[in-house]
């Protein structure tokens, strides 16, 4: 047993070090860290984000939060290293104001949010998040609630097919919903491996099309984790713990991710499509963010070679402006 365990914590050192955070330096030139600055990493993970800011600036601090145990377990180390200015904490980024202002960070001068699963998580085969790997059908990044294996297990046909077309935006979500409840009446889906294979005898591709499970595997991760709800969450909490001229980079991979950033960032900056001659004008509140970047920042040629996971990374930065420096707004751009 205690090999096991010795085994397991080697396993996940390993994955620290071979998570690279992505489109890193412009997350730095995004946030400027500088001398007696309060920045929150509201997805902590492997430390990649806070680290780099604490280095950055030898006068700023840090909040580090992250809603997975093994994530904040394994942060200790990080947390000695830089003598008190790096303060972890297990929790959502959704509550990130309140856990700001519980430590001390509020206002805060940045908060940045590394949306999605982690190499970390990925590469551990008994977290459940990857079909790459065989291992229990899980996916919970807090360890505890209802699981992926709980879902395609006792949710109904139609609410499966739902949440692969949903949050996964799968084509063929009603047969792959509809083979899962034909599989489980036989004996239920537990492992990933099963999962996929099931998937698999559904959803056929060709050439070097992504994994036919990729969307499913992505799709039941978002429910289990509620991930698209905590984003929203997340982006409100910001606006509230942010000072005036702080600011807030969000980094999404996927198209559903950034849409919520994106329309957020945008109605926040008052930036509304022009209204219909046609229609009665309506009223918009004050603005309350100004955009730093009108298209999202993506990664280099050099960075896609050497992380690959950097290809579909996409970041938003906006700046939080003083409630009355903008009159009220209406109409837009």
Not at 134 to 141: A, K, Q, S, T
């Amino acid at each position: 047993m205690a090999r096991e365990v010795a085994s397991m914590k080697a396993q996940k050192s390993q994955a620290q070090e071979r998570h690279v955070p992505v489109l890193l330096q412009e997350m730095l030139v995004a946030l400027n860290p500088g001398p007696e600055k309060h920045l929150i990493d509201g997805t902590f993970g492997a430390g990649g984000y806070s680290r780099a800011l604490l280095e950055a600036s030898h006068d700023c601090r840090v909040l580090g939060i992250d809603r997975d145990p093994d994530a904040v377990e394994a942060g200790a180390a990080v947390v000695a290293e830089f003598s008190g200015r790096l303060t972890l904490v297990e929790g959502r980024f959704g509550d990130l104001a309140e856990i700001a202002t519980e430590n001390g960070f509020d206002p805060a001068d940045g908060v940045v949010l590394d949306i999605g699963v982690s190499s970390m998580q990925i590469d551990e085969a008994e977290r459940g998040f990857s079909f790459r790997f065989d291992g229990p059908l899980d996916m919970r990044m807090e360890r505890k609630g209802p699981s992926a294996a709980d879902l395609v297990n006792t949710l109904e046909e139609a609410e499966i097919a739902d949440i692969l077309w949903r949050y996964g935006e799968e084509r063929r979500s009603r047969a792959i919903a509809r083979a899962i409840v034909k599989a489980r009446a036989v004996e239920p889906i537990t492992t990933t491996s099963a999962l996929a294979k099931l998937v698999a005898s559904v959803v056929w591709v060709q050439g070097d099309a992504i994994n036919p499970a990729t969307r499913t595997f992505q799709a039941l991760r978002i429910a289990v984790n509620d991930e698209l709800g905590e984003l929203e969450r997340g982006l409100e909490a910001a606006e509230a713990v942010l000072a005036p001229g702080g600011r807030l980079a969000v980094v999404t991979f996927h198209s559903l991710e950034d849409r919520i950033v994106k329309d957020f960032m945008t109605e926040r900056s008052g930036r509304t499509a022009a209204p219909s001659r046609h229609l009665p004008q309506t009223h918009q509140e004050r603005a309350r963010f100004s955009l730093v970047t009108r298209k999202p920042i993506t990664a280099g040629d050099a960075e896609i070679r050497l992380n690959p996971r950097a290809r579909s990374a996409k970041l938003r930065v906006a700046e939080r402006i003083a409630d009355d420096d903008f009159p009220e707004l209406a109409g837009g751009y």
